[in-house]
């Protein structure tokens, strides 16, 4: 699977849109963008995944460029608690088991 | 309530001894997962199974078994093998094991060793 970067951390203000970058300059044609999040002491919550679409659900927006060798997961008005470190992952589509987990972003949502 | 549940929350035990931690799943799926996770860093694969009865190491599968009897339970053993076994366990699940498949995860157990 493709390796990902992602930067350490980021800020964002309450009720502000969190835009959280991930390059995947390597990625190939046949593997997923997938983003997680882990709140401090919690499982990691899976958040959406996508191929080459961008894509929308009730947590958030994922945009990928149409080279796919970078995304952007949007959290369109931040909360306290989306305070989390966050998990930008590319996996194949023939890929089994695990999912690599890199350092992700911290991403600390102010008042 | 359909979801992962891992027990205990919270693990002590002392060294040279064996302990069990639990995973159960009513998501009803094939696949099922455990990883390591210590301070600061991301998530390591130590066994996972896509079926009943069978199962496969993972990237630190050393001090470490499992066994998978029921679809619903994949329970993970920590031996006294295990050289650093303080650690955070989070198990997860998936419908399958294919790339395609979301894993999801249970609220982990976290492993002390006194």
Known sequence: ?111 | DGGITQSPKYLFRKEGQNVTLSCEQNLNHDAMYWYRQDPGQGLRLIYYSQIVNDFQKGDIAEGYSVSREKKESFPLTVTSAQKNPTAFYLCASSPGGHGTDTQYFGPGTRLTVL
């Open chain 1, 1 to 111: 699977d493709a390796k990902t970067t992602q930067p350490p951390s980021m800020d964002c203000a309450e009720g502000r849109a969190a835009n959280l970058p991930c390059n995947h300059s390597t990625i190939s044609g046949n593997e997923y963008v997938y983003w997680y999040r882990q709140i401090h002491s919690q499982g990691p919550q899976y958040i959406i995944h996508g191929l080459k679409n961008n894509e929308t659900n009730e947590m958030a927006s994922l945009i990928i460029t149409e080279d796919r060798k970078s995304s952007t997961l949007i959290l369109p008005h931040a909360t306290l608690r989306d305070t989390a470190v966050y998990y930008c992952i590319v996996r194949a589509t023939d890929s089994w088991g695990k999912f690599q987990f890199g350092a992700g972003t911290q991403v600390v949502v102010t008042p």
